[in-house]
């Protein structure tokens, strides 16, 4: 049984993890793994790249945003509604930090007056499987994280806003469910990895056939017992922009790594690629892991603090946390 400060302490965690992980990994989008560990090697060289190196106070970009509207609707919902989700998306998201043009579309289209369950097709006839609606999902694995079939059905409703193909929706079951199995570790142990794989394995299974392909290789890959190069990481997972090619691959990071945050985030960004978007989910899970006294304070001071900076995300953290005990406490 979790304590309630732990658990308080694990929601700051998540939060702030993912808000360290887009920040930190935002300078290294689109690199190579081999350009991505230089830059991460080489931080404090003035020969690196100024994006990376002179980015102070390091800003989040569009999973940051989006994330932080979606605690914004729980708190208000007291649970998932689309509905609430899209008309947060429509009247806080800061389409300047970094947006994809798909996520662009849709929330213009929302702006413009479009119901929330038209958007998703406007842009992508099939739906989009990018990995737009997991990058976000975080504050839905820690909601639902007593009950795993909500959070199945929860993290879909999120997705539905912009991502209705199997494979977006689902990529944001599978780092919804991570972020819980994470919230139920004790933060002072390794990640307790063959238990998470069975327990993603059963929410997945119902899922596109992609993830549980990707999980069996998660689990051949831990069972190695080491930390394989960044290369044969992307090889088996990848580390693109598609959900199916970058969730299994900040699951596996995260177990991998967790509870050495610092350790995680390198190792997400040595990848290259979609550094952001992984660096976050692998945020999110560790964060939920280890909370925020997990957390290196010395990254925590570079992160910006404007309007919708870190102390309103811990703010509104407490207040996600503040929601779901209420709810909890009583029944
Ligand atoms: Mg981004």
Known sequence: M???ELLHDKFRGAILGCFLGDAFGSGFEGMNPEKARFHMDNLDSPSVHHFV??????????????????????????GVSPENIAK???????????????????????????????????????????????????????????????????????????HVHPLGQWGAVMQACSVALAVNQNPKESFKKEEAIIHLREVLWCGPIEYIKALNKIEEMLAQGK?????????????????????????YIAMNYSPDFCDAIRAAISLGGDTDTIAGMVG?????????????????????DGPRGLSFARDLADRLFETWWKIHQTS
């Not at 190196?53 to 609707?73: C, G, H, I, W």
């Not at 079939?149 to 912009?162: H, P, R």
């Not at 964060?287 to 570079?302: F, M, T």
């Open 88 to 162: 947060q998306f429509s009247l806080y998201c800061d389409l300047t930090r970094g947006y994809a043009i798909g996520a662009i579309k849709s929330v213009l289209a929302l702006r413009a007056g479009m119901k929330w369950y038209e958007v998703a097709r406007i842009v992508f006839e099939n739906g989009s499987f990018g990995n737009g609606a997991a990058m976000r999902v975080s504050p839905v694995g820690l909601f639902y994280h007593h009950d795993l079939d909500s959070l199945q059905e929860a993290a879909i409703q999120q997705a539905n806003i912009t």
């Open 284 to 304: 999110a899970i560790v964060g939920a892991h280890v909370g925020e006294k997990g957390l290196p304070v010395e990254w925590i001071e570079q992160l910006e």
């Open 227 to 251: 930390k394989l190069q960044a290369r044969e990481v992307v090889q088996s997972l990848g580390n693109g922009v598609e959900a199916h090619f970058s969730v299994p691959t900040a699951c």
């Open 53 to 78: 190196s002179k980015k102070f106070p390091r800003s989040y970009t569009d999973d940051t945003d989006m994330t932080l509207a979606v605690v914004e609707s729980i708190i208000q919902s007291s």
């Open 2 to 4: 979790i304590s309630k």
